[in-house]
Every structure is written in structure tokens, then in C-alpha cells.
């Protein structure tokens, strides 16, 4: 009796939990009857009909974070890189997740491994770093067009980290440490060649500095030159005018010979001061001979 009581009992245990279910909030339950789909079942109780209905699969719900593995990626460049990342996807419909594909998490991972070998080969290394929104944006787009019959929904896609391989870091330092170098050379040599411009410049100024004051004093010399003859030719034209009047005065012939005379006189008288030769006569020689000779000559 105790035996049979316990049989019992488990079979009624068995019935309880193959026929009460309890569908959790962040979870949905798929149903099958007799083998074929019967329904989905959302948060909340149910009672199945034992050995009828079965409770084939349990979707996730919420937001799933799928880690993708490194993996060996050529770009462009023919540069070897390790990439990485992160999806994040979520079941928007229970039943093509559970008959649309076997397991979408591995088919996720792998298209989302395919489509950045795809893209990461089509671009540098160096546009690897600047270019990671674009990439993120296109394997995003590939994934999400091929797990709509999944039932799945791609969020967001994130590259990680992206590692050259040693070689390559080893290269790219080389290749900077040459850069470096190359824009110090640069830098110093354009600091020199505007140090030239500077002084090239500075000499230039100097030299129309100093050309504009030779041409000024020149200019300056030249007008003060041409003042002068004016000032003079001016004098000059006056005194010969004085001159014509003093003649055409009464006896002005007279007053111009007396004058011409007293020039003579001391012309003459400077140069028997000062020559050593002697033209005249003796009683010429002095002053007084000179005086008396032209009283001779008027009696």
C-alpha cells in the first residue's frame, strides 16, 4: 500500500508540474501541441494539458550582451590586426527564435565575425581607429537585414580594441620615432629659413632707408642749388639793372668808367703784390704812377 501510495503520489507530482506553469517576466515560453507550435506564453500562470502540451522553448527577453571573440583581420594596408567586440540584440519575436535558426547566438557571432573581416579589410590601419562609428554602423546593418527571419533584433555593435601584432607595433613606433624626427627637421628648418626672411627683409629695408635719404638729400642738395642760382640770377639781374639805370642817368657813363677804374686799380694792385713778374712800366707799378698816368692823359 505505501508503495503504490508513493507511486502515486510521484505521478501526481509529475502531472502538477508538467500541467502548471509559471511564465516569468523577462522570459516567454513556446508551446507545442502533439509535436507542432501551439502557442506563446507571456509572463503569468498556465495549466498545460499533460502529455499534450509540451513547453518546447524559453526565449530571453530582455537585452542580450554577446561577446565577440578576437579574430585575425587584414586591412587594406595588408596590416594583420586582432579585433574584438560587443553586440547587443533581443528577441523581439519568440517563435522564429525558436524555428527560425538553431541557436542565434552562434549565428549572430559568426555573421557579425564575417561582416568586420568584410569591412575592416576595406579600409587602413590608421582609419581602423578614425573610422570605428562607420564600421560599427555597417555590421549593424548587415546583421540586422539577416536575422529578421530570426526573430532577433541588433541593437548596437561595438569594436573593442583592435591589436596589432608586435611586428606591426614595433613598425609603427619606428615609423613614428621617423615622423617625430621628420617634423622636428621641418620645424627647425623653417624656423632658419624665416630667420633668413627676417634678415633678407630687415636688409632690404635698411638699404631703401638709406637709398630714400640719399635720394632726399639729393633732392634736398638739388633744390637748395636751384635756389641759390635763382637767389643769384635774381641779384644778378637786378644789379644789371641798377646797372642799365645808373647809365642811362646823367653823367652815368662817367661814374662807371671811375668805378671800372677803381676795380682795375685793385686787381692791378694785387697782382704786383703778389706776382713776381712785371709788364709795366715802372711808374706804373705803383698806385701813384697809376693815378698820375691817367691825369696825363686827361690834361
Request: with cysteine; charged share 30%.
Amino acid at each position: 500500500m505505501l508503495t503504490i501510495t508513493s507511486v502515486l503520489i510521484i505521478f501526481l507530482v509529475v502531472i502538477i508540474f508538467k500541467t502548471i506553469i509559471i511564465v516569468s517576466e523577462r522570459e516567454n515560453v513556446i508551446v507545442e501541441r502533439l509535436g507542432k507550435y501551439h502557442k506563446t506564453l507571456t509572463p503569468g500562470l498556465y495549466i498545460l494539458i499533460p502529455f499534450i502540451d509540451h513547453a518546447a522553448y524559453k526565449q530571453e527577453m530582455r537585452e542580450q550582451v554577446i561577446d565577440i571573440p578576437a579574430q585575425s583581420v587584414i586591412t587594406s594596408d595588408n596590416i594583420q590586426v586582432s579585433v574584438d567586440g560587443l553586440i547587443y540584440l533581443k528577441v523581439v519575436d519568440s517563435k522564429k527564435a525558436s524555428y527560425g535558426i538553431g541557436d542565434y547566438t552562434a549565428a549572430t557571432i559568426n555573421l557579425a565575425q564575417t561582416t568586420m573581416r568584410s569591412e575592416i579589410g576595406k579600409i587602413s590601419l590608421g582609419e581602423t581607429f578614425s573610422e570605428r562609428d562607420k564600421v560599427n554602423r555597417k555590421i549593424i546593418s548587415e546583421i540586422d537585414k539577416a536575422s529578421d527571419p530570426w526573430g532577433v533584433k541588433v541593437l548596437r555593435y561595438e569594436i573593442r580594441d583592435i591589436y596589432p601584432t608586435k611586428h606591426v607595433i614595433d613598425t609603427l613606433e619606428k615609423q613614428m620615432e621617423a615622423e617625430r624626427e621628420k617634423r622636428a627637421e621641418i620645424t627647425l628648418a623653417t624656423a632658419e629659413k624665416e630667420r633668413l626672411i627676417n634678415i633678407s627683409e630687415g636688409e632690404r629695408q635698411l638699404a631703401i632707408n638709406i637709398s630714400e635719404g640719399e635720394k632726399q638729400k639729393r633732392i634736398n642738395e638739388a633744390e637748395g642749388k636751384s635756389k641759390s642760382i635763382e637767389l643769384i640770377a635774381d641779384a644778378t639781374a637786378k644789379s644789371m639793372e641798377m646797372v642799365g639805370k645808373a647809365i642811362s642817368s646823367p653823367c652815368g657813363d662817367q661814374s662807371i668808367k671811375v668805378k671800372l677804374v677803381g676795380q682795375y686799380i685793385e686787381e692791378f694792385q694785387n697782382i704786383i703784390e703778389n706776382g713776381n713778374v712785371s709788364v709795366f712800366p715802372a711808374e706804373l707799378a705803383t698806385l701813384k704812377g697809376i693815378v698820375d698816368e691817367l691825369k696825363g692823359k686827361r690834361g
